[in-house]
T-cell receptor
Framework: KAGVTQTPRYLIKTRGQQVTLSCSPI?????VSWYQQTPGQGLQFLFE???????NKGNFPGRFSGRQFSNSRSEMNVSTLELGDSALYLC????????????FGPGTRLTVT | GENVEQHPSTLSVQEGDSAVIKCTYS??????FPWYKQELGKRPQLIID?????GEKKDQRIAVTLNKTAKHFSLHITETQPEDSAVYFC???????????????FGQGTILTVHP
C-alpha cells in the first residue's frame, strides 16, 4: 500500500496570507490527525477527522481549521499567517482513530516571512 | 490534559551498547503508548507500541516496558548500530472516545547518537 502523502512539501508565505495543506491517508484508513512540529514546542496535536467530521481539536487558535472529504483526504487551512506558524505540519492516518496505530506523512514545511 | 515527560534529551552511546529512553505520563486513563523514530528531514516512523494490558513487548533489538502503577514506560535498544542514530519520541493516548480520538501527546524527544 502507498503511504501517507502530503502536498505541497514546502511552502513560503508572507505574514497575513493564508495557506491550505493537503493530506492523503493510506488506502482504507478513515481517520486523519494533524500535528505541528517545531523545535521549541515539539509535536503538538491540531485536530482529528473521521468520516468528514472533526472529532477532536487541540489547543490552537481558530485560525487553524481543517476538513475531510468523502474519500478521507484531508486539508488544513491556516489564515492570517504569523511568523510563529512556521513549522513542519504532519498528518497521520489510522484505520478508525480509536485504538490503532498512526502513520505519518512526510510533512509540509511552512515558512512564514 | 495529558502531559508526557521524556528523558534524557540527548543520549550518546558506542556501537554495540544498549540505550534506554524513559517517559512518564500524567493521565491514568492513557492506555496506548507508541514510540516513533525520526531521522533528519524524514517523517516520524512508528517503531514499536504497547497497550496498557501488556507489561513488555519486544521486536528484535527493540523492547518497550510499561509500569502502569508508576505511569512510566521505557524504550530499550540493544546492540545499537550507527543507523539507530535519530530522534526518538514517546507518546501517550487515552481511551478512545470523548476528547481522545486521534490525539497523541508526545514527549519532547531524545536525540540518540551511536558512535561507530
Amino acid at each position: 500500500k502507498a503511504g501517507v502523502t502530503q502536498t505541497p512539501r514546502y511552502l513560503i508565505k508572507t505574514r497575513g496570507q493564508q495557506v491550505t495543506l493537503s493530506c492523503s491517508p493510506i488506502s482504507g484508513h478513515r481517520s486523519v490527525s494533524w500535528y505541528q512540529q517545531t523545535p521549541g514546542q515539539g509535536l503538538q496535536f491540531l485536530f482529528e477527522y473521521f468520516s468528514e467530521t472533526q472529532r477532536n481539536k487541540g489547543n490552537f487558535p481558530g485560525r487553524f481549521s481543517g476538513r475531510q472529504f468523502s474519500n478521507s483526504r484531508s486539508e488544513m487551512n491556516v489564515s492570517t499567517l504569523e511568523l510563529g506558524d512556521s513549522a513542519l505540519y504532519l498528518c497521520a492516518s489510522s484505520l478508525v482513530g480509536g485504538g490503532d496505530e498512526q502513520y505519518f506523512g512526510p510533512g509540509t514545511r511552512l515558512t512564514v516571512t | 490534559g495529558e502531559n508526557v515527560e521524556q528523558h534524557p534529551s540527548t543520549l550518546s552511546v558506542q556501537e554495540g551498547d544498549s540505550a534506554v529512553i524513559k517517559c512518564t505520563y500524567s493521565d491514568s486513563a492513557s492506555n496506548y503508548f507508541p514510540w516513533y523514530k525520526q531521522e533528519l528531514g524524514k517523517r516520524p516512523q512508528l517503531i514499536i507500541d504497547i497497550r496498557s494490558n501488556v507489561g513488555e513487548k519486544k521486536d528484535q533489538r527493540i523492547a518497550v516496558t510499561l509500569n502502569k502503577t508508576a505511569k512510566h514506560f521505557s524504550l530499550h535498544i540493544t546492540e545499537t548500530q550507527p543507523e539507530d542514530s535519530a530522534v526518538y519520541f514517546c507518546a501517550a493516548r487515552a481511551n478512545a472516545g470523548g476528547t481522545s480520538y486521534g490525539k497523541l501527546t508526545f514527549g519532547q524527544g531524545t536525540i540518540l547518537t551511536v558512535h561507530p
